[in-house]
């Protein structure tokens, strides 16, 4: 039966992809090899996981801050099969709601950031939690001044990093495990003991088994599809996208992506600023960034400036009793054009979308410092950071 354009993979590139064809009048057919739509971050990625974080960030909530709050519960007692049937039915919801997204648009159907998260949702559900790293920081690729604060705060909630740290074996030891740690630059090793132990050390891409290399289309060393500015692969006709191509592995890329790639089809300017993809890890408190860090601007020789501004001055942070973490903005030193945002606290998987929107627009921080935000909002903390790149913030 012929298609104008076939998707593999109904994940958040493939199937946003699908609807924007449709919209643009191609016929259209979405093959997947699973039960369900919705792809790694739907079914056992994005969606889950932040369900388990959202229940067990409430279930500390429930045991340590309501008191303070007037609130008198009891201590809470978890039922870990009814919060993981809450996260199934998350899942389900989402995963319906693609294929109800596929059935609106006439779609044709031929059906076929993570250590630390979890080890948050561990850590809140009462269990020891141990990271181990073999470099000497965490969140590599993050601003290194939100990695140190973001260090103590892991810290300072209980869990165990131990950094320039590796792995060298794990085996069974009865009904736990026995991990050996070794210091990376090497040294006397150490055993702990664990019930559970998850690898958690990267991602690649899932393109075995679809004939690409029969179809002559070039990959890379780690099994992603070549493609150029189009997303095109060098066999004509053929396009990828998302976690199957360079870049960063994340959903709202692949969206961008998906969108793109179906209006190049179209014959029209579809294109993704890469420059503006923001990077959110779901942790408590969350750290979110778009844009460059310190260490990228200071590489590249750009002059810059920065505005800080912590969430202990924030009134409403101060209100919830949530005042870890600062708003951080960087600035080109001679444009004042915002160059880079990065937010530790409460929410600020949230507030990042307004640093992504002024970026996109290509605003100076003197843009966001004059936009009035509603108070009291967390959000204020963003346009303190942006007074405070020209050394003006008022509630410091």
């Known amino acids: 039966m012929p298609y104008d354009l076939i998707v593999i993979g109904s994940g958040p590139g493939g199937y946003v992809c699908a609807i924007r064809a449709v919209q643009l009048g191609m016929k ?131 869990i165990v990093l131990k950094l320039s740290s590796k792995v060298t074996g794990i085996k069974a030891a009865g009904k736990t495990l026995e991990v050996t740690v070794q210091p990376a630059a090497g040294g006397a090793a150490e055993a702990i003991e664990a019930d559970v132990v998850l690898v958690s050390i990267g991602r690649l891409p ?60 179209a014959g029209e300017a579809g294109q993704v600023n890469y420059d503006v993809i923001p990077n959110v890890v779901y942790t408590y408190p969350e750290i979110a960034s778009v844009g460059k860090s310190e260490e990228e601007l200071k590489e590249a020789g750009i002059a810059y400036n920065t505005g800080k501004f912590p969430f202990t001055a924030n009134g409403r942070a101060k209100t919830n009793l949530q005042t870890e973490g600062f708003v951080k903005i960087l600035a080109d030193a001679k444009t004042d054009r915002v160059l880079g945002v990065h937010i530790v606290g409460a929410d600020a998987g949230n507030m990042i979308a307004e640093a992504a929107v002024a970026m996109e627009l290509g605003a100076a921080s003197e843009d966001i410092a004059r936009t009035c935000h509603p108070h009291p909002t967390f959000a204020e903390a963003v346009k303190e950071a942006a007074l405070a790149v020209d050394k003006r913030a008022i509630h410091m």
């Open 28 to 158: 259209v057919a979405v093959v997947e090899k699973d039960k369900t739509f919705g792809g790694t971050c739907l079914n056992v990625g994005c969606i889950p996981s932040k369900a388990l974080l959202h229940a067990s960030e409430l279930y500390e909530e429930s045991g340590h801050l309501f008191d303070k709050m007037g609130i008198k519960v009891g201590q809470p007692e978890l039922d870990l099969p009814a919060m993981m049937k809450f996260k199934d039915q998350g899942v389900d919801g989402n995963v319906k709601g693609v294929a109800f997204l596929f059935k609106k648009n006439k779609i044709v159907i031929g059906a076929g950031v993570i250590g630390l998260e979890l080890g948050s949702v561990w850590r809140r559900l009462g269990s020891k939690v141990i990271v181990v790293e073999v470099l000497d920081r965490i969140l590599p690729g993050m601003d290194s001044e939100v990695c140190r604060q973001v260090q103590r705060i892991f810290e300072k909630q209980g």
């Open 206 to 265: 899932f393109t075995e088994g679809l004939g690409l290399e029969a179809a002559g289309v070039k990959t890379d060393n780690k099994g992603r599809v070549m493609v150029d500015a189009r997303f095109a692969a060098n066999v004509p006709g053929i396009y990828a996208i998302g976690d199957a191509i360079a870049g960063p592995m994340l959903a709202h890329k692949a969206m961008d992506e998906g969108t793109a790639v179906a209006e190049i089809l």
